[in-house]
């Protein structure tokens, strides 16, 4: 039987977002953020009372799963978004208005990356976080996940630089980029 980690043992939200130099008062947005909404919600408490976080994902049962938890848990800093993160301007947020974006495991093509660079404010910083290319018990196939690389070079032809580059989890990278 493979033991699969799973929470914070796979990826741990608040330590990314930590390095990632998240601070009080700052607006975030999750793309792609998933009915559980894990960076959603370590963001909000780390973003405060006078911070926001954007939830963005095509599913409104996602986007329902994280507006439950709001409601249980009392956050009342986050904000849901139904939107094609595909979408150049679909996700119906100002231009150069927040100050970190997040895409956790969700394999971005260039138009995703285009809207969720359009996004971030002059000095913000962009946040990808996706699986390993080396053999793992689980997770997409080895040859479907993402290339660095080729990341690093799309994010510099849209404005991005300073990348930052850390292991994210024992079976994810990280990479930090600032605008």
């Known amino acids: 039987m493979i033991y699969i980690p799973s929470g914070t043992e796979l990826l741990n939200p608040p330590e990314i977002l930590k390095r990632a130099g998240i601070a009080e008062g700052m607006k975030v947005v999750d793309m792609g953020c998933g009915s559980a909404g894990h960076f959603v919600f370590a963001a909000a408490h780390m973003v405060g009372g006078k911070g926001k976080v954007y939830g963005v994902d095509i599913l409104k ?23 094609d993160i595909e979408v150049e301007g679909g996700t119906k947020i100002a231009s150069g208005s927040i100050d970190l974006v997040l895409i956790i495991n969700n394999e971005p093509n260039e138009a995703m990356l285009k809207e969720s660079a359009r996004l971030v404010r002059e000095g913000g910083k962009f946040v990808l976080v996706d699986w ?8 997409p196939p080895t040859k479907d996940r993402l290339d660095k690389e080729t990341v690093k070079k799309q994010m510099a032809t849209l404005g991005f630089g300073n990348v930052e580059e850390f292991k994210a989890g024992p079976y994810h990278f990280g990479l930090i980029f600032t605008r």
């Open 61 to 83: 049962s996602a986007l329902g799963g994280v507006e439950s938890r709001g409601k249980i848990e009392g956050i009342t800093n986050v904000d849901t978004i139904w939107s």
């Open 132 to 139: 390993e290319k080396t053999v793992a018990p689980f997770g």
